[in-house]
């Protein structure tokens, strides 16, 4: 990860409640995972122009763009190439690891599509961005019924911030993303499921992974 390795919302300020429409500047954070909205995700923040993000949001209510490397390193001064759909994420916890390095704990928020990419003078990652509109509530269609205390044991055996997480599981949109979270698949497979709009055609593309993932 750029800066960061991974220890395993909202939009910006005032953006939150906005539409599809609307655009915005943000810092992206280059990854070797997918975050999804309501998704949690801890880091470790190593490298500078990284630290000097997340005191600026910290400081600025603000969060950064996570986005997932589809070629080249997570860290160093290139910039890699990224999909380009990703998740606006907010840190929501922080502290100083063992090692001395600092780790955060960030939430997912909303999907964004990149318009215009740049990098800043310190190497940061910046984009243009196109919010992409929240999932509409869909309840659980009972054809998916069976994949509700699998997915609930699972996230008993990840623990963590799962462990502790308050579970929707009568809301496809909810069980879709944890599901795509957790299944021990390649990125770019959850990276579809993060641009997928629909809940219901997520967890169609999905079951069958899952079923692979089980035998």
Known sequence: MPGARAATGTG????????????????????????????????????????DLVRRCLRENSGFGVVLITEGAEAGSAAPQTADVGCYATIVDFSQQPDGLLGIQVMGGRRFRILDRRQAADGLNLASVAWLPDDAPVALPEEFAELVPVLDNVLDQVGGEYAAMERHFDDATWVGARLAEVLPVPAEHKQHCLELDDPIERLRYLRPLFEIAQS
Not at 22 to 33: K, M, N, Q, R, V
Not at 36 to 45: H, N, V
């Open 12 to 51: 910006p300020a005032g953006t939150q409640q906005g539409t599809a429409s609307e655009s915005a500047d943000i810092a992206l954070f280059p990854l070797g995972t997918v975050l999804f909205p309501a998704g949690p995700l801890p880091l470790r923040i190593f490298e500078t122009r990284y630290i």
